[in-house]
Nanobody, 120 residues
């Protein structure tokens, strides 16, 4: 059973930066895809970014150029560096893992979520 533990959320002013981290435990192998979703109040959960073991990454259009995802396969950890934050980035951010990734990121495991609040 894979467990995901997030850290790094908080309150920041618009234009600021935050770094989220997620450590996956319980898997003896590198997890094919690790990434982040977010969900704002009253909205659907949306994909932010994910990274594969081969180094490939993908981002939502709304965060391209501002967010950077990185992972360390040996440790099954993934980080999300968020720069130039905007109030609309305010959400609960969830770490997600898809051990069976082929063409689409469809997580099997989820973290508890960490709150990111961006004030204007």
């Amino acid at each position: 059973q894979v467990q995901l533990a997030e850290s790094g959320g908080g309150l920041v002013q618009a234009g600021g930066s935050l770094r989220l981290s997620c450590e996956a435990s319980g898997s003896p192998f590198s997890i094919n895809a690790l990434g982040w979703f977010r969900q704002a109040p009253g909205k659907q959960r949306e994909l932010v970014a994910f990274a594969l073991t081969n180094g490939a990454t993908d981002y939502a259009d709304s965060v391209k150029g501002r967010f950077t995802i990185s992972r360390y396969n040996d440790e099954n950890t993934v980080h999300l560096q968020m720069n130039s934050l905007k109030p609309e980035d305010t959400s609960v951010y969830y770490c997600a893992a898809d051990p069976y990734f082929t063409t689409h990121f469809q997580p099997e495991y989820w973290g508890q979520g960490t709150q990111v609040t961006v004030s204007s």
